[in-house]
């Protein structure tokens, strides 16, 4: 498959356990994050997002974490299954512009899962 | 099915030889964009499309053109490719009003030697 990067930063994790991957962003303007998980050979795939009106958000198993102080970003995965192994990257967008839709990606944090 | 369908998956060219790489969607998406993504770097937005006839460049837009003729076609074109093309790309749609949930295509492994 598709390699998606040799230098990320890695996260090993037990089976069972919770993982935290962590995201800084540099946008003040920012108004909307995402969170989203690339497995090897395929294309991101939307897993949450969060308003800046919001300072946290479930999904299954997922929780997003937004602390517009220190411009921090954080992702939950609750129960860390082999399946959630991959790449996760977070993602900043602005809205209330010409152009509004331009979507801003981190480097990405490998999970790796521990059996 | 819903989904993002990129051509080719993989390609060699040669420096200079004009190429498309095609993007298509099957859920009415408003959005499309096109991405970049090279080792260290995360996705970088070349260029994207928020409805037909409406385009509007990303971060790394040199080197890219691109159309919007129809609503489900977002084609790329590299008219004169150089090797720091050589990188891995994504096209993806989504609805205008949730452009955060974006639909990506499988990509397209492009090398230009």
């Known amino acids: 498959g598709e390699s998606v990067g040799l230098h990320l930063p890695t996260l090993s994790v037990q089976e069972g356990d919770n993982s935290i991957i962590n995201c800084a962003y540099s946008?003040?303007?920012?108004?909307?994050f995402i969170w989203y998980k690339q497995e090897s050979g395929k294309g991101p795939q939307f897993i949450i997002d969060?308003?800046?009106?919001?300072d946290k958000r479930q999904g299954q198993r997922v929780t997003v974490l937004l602390n517009k102080t220190v411009k921090h970003l954080s992702l939950q995965i609750a129960a860390t299954q082999p399946g959630d192994s991959a790449v996760y990257f977070c993602a900043e967008g602005a809205t209330g512009y010409s152009s509004a839709s331009k979507i801003i990606f981190g480097s990405g944090t490998r999970l790796s899962i521990r059996p | 099915e819903a989904q993002v369908t990129q051509n080719p998956r993989y390609l060699i060219t040669v420096t200079g030889k004009k190429l498309t790489v095609t993007c298509s969607q099957n859920m009415n998406h408003e959005y499309m964009s096109w991405y970049r993504q090279d080792p260290g770097l995360g996705l970088r937005q070349i260029y994207y499309s928020m409805n037909v006839e409406v385009t509007d460049k990303g971060d790394v837009p040199e080197g890219y053109k691109v159309s919007r003729k129809e609503k489900r076609n977002f084609p790329l074109i590299l008219e004169s490719p150089s090797p720091n093309q050589t990188s891995l790309y994504f096209c993806a749609s989504s609805p205008l009003d949730r452009n955060t949930e974006a639909f990506f295509g499988q990509g397209t492994r492009l090398t230009v030697v």
């Open positions: 946008n003040s303007a920012s108004d909307y």
């Open positions: 969060i308003r800046s009106n919001m």
